[in-house]
């Protein structure tokens, strides 16, 4: 399977500390992808990492990608109860008209208030 | 308007029905995606349209069949499908010119096969 993984697959913290999900992917890709899916709802893009980066911080969210480990981490700082969710990693190797995106196992993140 | 609208939330259907399933953009994306999303599994995809052209079919089974009549709309046609289909089918959209490579989703349509 082209299928990334992700570990941990469930994650449950308090308000207030930090979250880190890791994915693992198999094909060299054009970009990582971070996606938020609430539950039974759809995605929600957070984040796009391109192969030639190695950081990326957006907002309380900061991606690192390492492209030799064929690797990602996704660190949410400061979690929120809002941010329970599903996260998706999805990498692209299509490098054509269509971005073909494969989606990583998924981690739960529950956030206790 | 960054909307991807679906059609409908929930569905029904029993193993001899035809339905369809639709989705809206009006962000100008010229790819459109159709993907299946069984219970706590990610999203796989089946379809992908790019102006207006299916340009990816992933050995999808011939009961499902995809439409793109409009660079705006999306529809999935369903037709003898089997419980295992059962499933949240959700569309996604991306800008090709842009170079963005975000791809926007809907809501999902919750199917249910009897």
């Known amino acids: 399977s082209q299928q990334g993984e992700e570990d941990p697959q469930a994650l449950s913290i308090q308000e207030g500390e930090n979250a880190t999900m890791n994915c693992s992917y198999k094909?060299?890709?054009?970009?990582l992808q971070w996606y938020r899916q609430n539950s039974g709802r759809g995605l929600v893009h957070l984040i796009l990492?391109?192969?030639?980066?190695r950081e990326k911080h957006s907002g309380r969210l900061r991606v690192t990608l390492d492209t030799s480990k064929k690797s990602s981490s996704l660190l949410i700082t400061a979690s929120r109860a809002a941010d329970t969710a599903s996260y998706f990693c999805?990498?692209?190797?299509?490098?054509?008209?269509?971005?073909?995106?494969?989606f990583g196992t998924g981690t739960l993140l529950a956030v206790q208030p | 308007d960054t909307e991807v609208t679906q059609t409908p939330k929930h569905l029904v259907m029993g193993m001899t029905n035809k339905k369809s399933l639709k989705c809206e953009q009006h962000m100008g994306h010229r790819a459109m995606y159709w993907y299946k999303q069984k219970a706590k599994k990610p999203p796989e995809l089946m379809f992908v349209?790019?102006?207006?052209?299916?340009?990816i079919n992933e050995s999808v089974p011939s009961r499902f069949s995809p439409e793109c009549p409009n660079s705006s709309l999306l529809n999935l046609h369903l037709h003898a499908l089997q419980p295992e289909d059962s499933a949240l089918y959700l569309c996604a959209s991306d800008d090709l010119a842009g170079g963005t490579d975000t791809q926007y989703f809907g809501p999902g349509t919750r199917l249910t096969v009897l």
């Open positions: 094909t060299s890709i054009n970009n």
């Open positions: 999805a990498t692209d190797a299509s490098g054509g008209a269509t971005n073909k995106l494969i």
């Open positions: 990492i391109r192969s030639n980066e």
């Open positions: 349209y790019s102006y207006e052209k299916l340009s």
